[in-house]
């Protein structure tokens, strides 16, 4: 348990000043907010600034230390990191968002006035001395009960852009979480594993599904928000010489040859290292598509073998 901290307040959401909260999959009947008046202006940004960022309770090092990684690169970019606030890759989220000073929402499972999990005394206290929010659906007064995490799961996917599954086992409330990002058409991005790994088996379960986008770096963001794309250490670097067709079919020639093909995200990182923009990139693959250059076979391009060079 615990109180709410001095410079912070529990309050009622005015339904009026923020209706587009309302605007999710089973909407709430209300919504309380704790935090400072100043704290409350994030919720204007929702759900364009939002990144849900969630996983398991019990994650691996390695999980842990990606979630880490991932949020510290997007210092500077005006995300705001939402999770649930539960142990494991939610605690990791915030904290890793108020390390790269951005700002932080969580969503939890009861009121409140009630500390859960208790161990997050201090976080939560971080959280709101950075002007940081905690809201819930739940009055003052509601314990922590499994339906309502799975319940505020909707709110997380719907007030967020995009949501990254970083670690779910087979049976994981973060597979719900995904759903609801489907259900209320956002992105879902998913952290790739090695097929058969049990321990990533929900993941593995998202990809092959087709249900979410493989993250291999911040750079995949960009799909999202174009302004993270590009990466600094990229940005002074020129392309090749020749026409971007026929850089762009080479690379993909070169990647069927050596491997069956190439993936969308790979090329986009590709194109991104000779200092293309995102809108560049995306043009000249769209231009290749229609002059049938490259093939898209389910999500994989080609070279036309076809096509003469």
Known sequence: MGRPMAHSCICQIDRNQFSHLWQVNQPPLTLYAQGTKEALTLLHSLPERGLAVVGTRYPLARSVSQTRERILELEGSGLIIISGFARGIDSTAHQAALDAKLATLAVVGN????????ENAELREKILAADGLIVSEFPTGTPPMGRNFINRNRLIAGWSKATWVVEAPERSG??????WARAQDRTCYVTPCYPGDP????????LEQCNATALWGTFNFGMTWLELSNPISSRSRRPRKGSDLD?????????TWQSGGGEPAQLLSWALSLGWSPQRFFHTLQTTLKNRLLLDENGLLLKNSRESD
């Open 199 to 206: 321990v990533l088996a929900g993941n593995q379960k998202l």
């Open 111 to 118: 009121g409140l006035d009630i500390l859960y999990p208790p």
């Open 247 to 255: 850089l762009l079919t080479h690379q993909v020639e070169l990647l």
């Open 174 to 179: 973060t597979l719900n979480t995904a759903k």
